[in-house]
């Protein structure tokens, strides 16, 4: 075991290190996280043995390293350090062979051979053993001191084992290779202490996280403990969003992008207008990406999606007269067409054709049916309509007051009507084209009393997609319904297809995708339905607390025992998060 206790270490009067404590065991890989001059080295050196603590104590397997002689010491634990100078041509080989000098007096043994031949290939430099080290690229240094280090402890498996940045020249392949060949050796017995910089990887390969802050351990845990936005934006000062992949159950760190305006600090470039830089790379980036939302772009612009619209397709757009009642009784005539509705959670789109509306019983809302799938449109938060024909194709978009989009209806290519399109275009088009000033506060949503959620969000994601996945699998009838400022569009069918890239989750039925492109930070609440007996409901909310899509599967589905165990973990984050 190593155990650092209390550990401060002092140079010329400046505390690198402050008070730091930790343990390892056997078989544990511990990373080594924090900022640049947090003191990661300094403590790496400490843990070495070579620099001693100005106060505390470092022990290894029960003796302080002091005790140790240093070819003792040599024999137990190997350390790469961040930089490696050689200025001397020695050959590959040569190299690799000085880790195992304190193993031998003046000629190494065949035990010795074995073990650099070994080691040179599992890190993939056989090839130019008999090169000059200075002829490699830095990535091939790098692993050649990799080797270097680990024969000098590879028939050891109480040793200690001290990385310190051993990938940070490494391509990717080479990243996971040798952080999996640590890893794999841990298994074996030996304790690993790798300092990383990329937090993604020290949660996929190592056991424990150990964040160090101006010298201080700031925190220590599991890489699911650790890794949370604030520990995140504490040790490094950055925003980050975190989630939980279901399939590792590790957390996956996503930064967000840093904009940075170089008006603010380079004077000798000829000044541009910011607003006007960012508006055309927004808009750039919203007409070529097709994950990106036309929403969050118009917030990040400080416009309406409307306006944003408007400003990226000035001369594709013709505003349509409000006389949406009858518009929407024409829509039939357009054939197969896409109706997508979006809200804070993701989006829904459903293949169909319109069938002629009905007016609820209390004439507010008109009931759009068509095959397995319903809409309930409060039409009267339509107060700009617009036909567009841009690269996306052709549709009709209708906005509310603040100028959201509400609903919008996209022609399929050899699918639709498009002439019905056009013939509806013309008719209702507006004398009238500046109907587009609308407030730029576009915060419409459905509020809902906050309702009780569990404690962990990342677990009741999971467990969500866990139901969803087994009512794919068991075949069952799920719906969806997708609430919207403008009503709720929902679809009943068996799911045909689930595709899940954690951050990014399709529900695909044979008619209605349902894309789930905004799960950072829903809430998702298993509710008791007490009129419906054969149905249980999650629904999830979006940040904002407005319930934004409920899932309703069949009751039988959640006494299949795997769903049970889902339901149970769920319910006890929720007595949990109630306490
Ligand atoms: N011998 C020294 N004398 C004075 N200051 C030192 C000495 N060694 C390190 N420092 C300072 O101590 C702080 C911690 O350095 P250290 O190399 O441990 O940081 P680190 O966390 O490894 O950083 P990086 O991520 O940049 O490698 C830094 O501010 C560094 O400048």
């Keep these: 075991m190593l155990r650092v206790e209390k550990i401060t270490y002092e140079v010329k009067g400046r505390k690198l290190l402050k008070d730091v404590s930790f343990q390892l065991r056997k078989g544990e890989v511990l990373a080594l996280l924090g900022a640049n001059g947090a003191g990661k080295s300094s403590l790496m050196r400490l843990l070495c043995g070579d620099t001693v603590p100005t106060e505390g104590q470092v022990s290894l397997m029960g003796k302080p390293l002091q005790q140790y002689s240093p070819i003792e010491l040599a024999k137990k634990r190997a350390m790469l350090a961040q930089h490696n100078n050689m200025s001397m041509a020695f050959k590959v080989r040569e190299i690799v062979q000085m880790g195992r000098y304190p193993h031998y007096r003046s000629v190494p043994s065949a035990h010795d051979h074995e073990i650099v031949d070994e080691v040179m290939d599992v890190c993939g430099i056989s090839n130019f053993a008999d090169r000059s080290y200075l002829s490699l690229s830095g990535g091939e240094q790098q692993r050649v001191q990799l080797a270097r280090v680990l024969v000098q402890i590879w028939d050891n498996p109480d040793s200690l084992l001290l990385l310190d940045e051993p990938v940070s020249a490494l391509d990717l392949q ?74 590792t159950l590790q957390p996956i760190v996503k930064l967000e992008e840093l904009f940075l305006d170089a008006d603010q600090f380079n004077t000798k470039l000829p000044h541009t207008a910011h607003a006007d830089k960012l508006i055309d790379g927004c808009i750039k980036d919203y007409k070529s990406d097709p994950f990106y939302r036309m ?82 449109l409060d039409i009267t938060k339509w107060k700009v309509g617009v036909a567009v024909c841009n690269e996306w194709g052709q549709s009709f978009q209708f906005f509310d007051e603040k100028g959201a989009l509400l609903h919008k209806v996209a022609l399929i290519e050899g699918s639709s009507n498009r002439a019905e399109f056009e013939a509806l275009r013309t008719r209702y088009k507006s004398l009238n084209q500046d109907m587009l000033q609308t407030n730029t506060d576009s915060s419409s949503s459905v509020s809902v009393p906050s309702l009780p959620v569990y404690g962990n969000r990342s677990i009741a994601l999971s467990v969500w997609k866990g139901i969803v996945a087994q009512s794919f699998a068991q075949k069952t009838t799920a719906s969806c319904s997708m609430i919207h400022a403008e009503g709720v569009y929902a679809y009943e069918g068996r799911i045909m297809i689930l595709v899940d890239q954690g951050e990014r989750y399709q529900i695909i039925y044979p008619d209605c995708t349902i894309t789930l492109d905004r799960l950072q930070g829903v809430k998702i609440v298993l509710e008791k339905n007490e009129t419906d007996t054969d149905a249980a409901t999650f629904s999830l909310y979006a940040v904002n607390d407005t319930v934004a899509l409920q899932f309703r599967v069949e009751k039988k589905l959640l006494a299949h025992p795997v769903c049970a165990d889902y339901v149970l973990e769920a319910q006890a984050e929720q007595i949990k998060n109630s306490i």
């Design 295 to 376: 929403d969050e772009v118009a917030v990040e612009m400080g416009l309406s999606e409307l306006q944003l619209l408007k400003m990226a397709y000035p001369q594709q757009i013709s505003v349509l007269i409000p006389d949406f009642g009858t518009l929407l009784t024409e829509f039939v005539k357009l054939g197969a067409v896409y109706s997508i509705v979006y809200n804070k959670v993701g989006y829904m789109e459903l293949k169909g054709m319109y069938s002629l509306p009905i007016r609820d019983q209390n004439q507010r809302t008109w009931i759009v049916q068509y095959g397995a799938y319903r809409m309930i």
């Design 174 to 247: 080479f990243q996971q290779q040798v952080l999996a060949l640590t890893k794999a050796l841990s298994r074996k017995g030996l304790m690993v202490v790798v300092v990383l910089h990329d937090i993604n990887l020290a949660a996929l390969y190592s056991d424990r996280i150990l964040m160090l802050k101006n010298g201080r351990k700031w925190c220590e845990g599991t890489p699911i403990e650790v890794m949370e936005k604030q520990n995140i934006y504490t040790v490094f000062s950055v925003q980050a969003d975190v989630s939980i992949d279901t399939k």
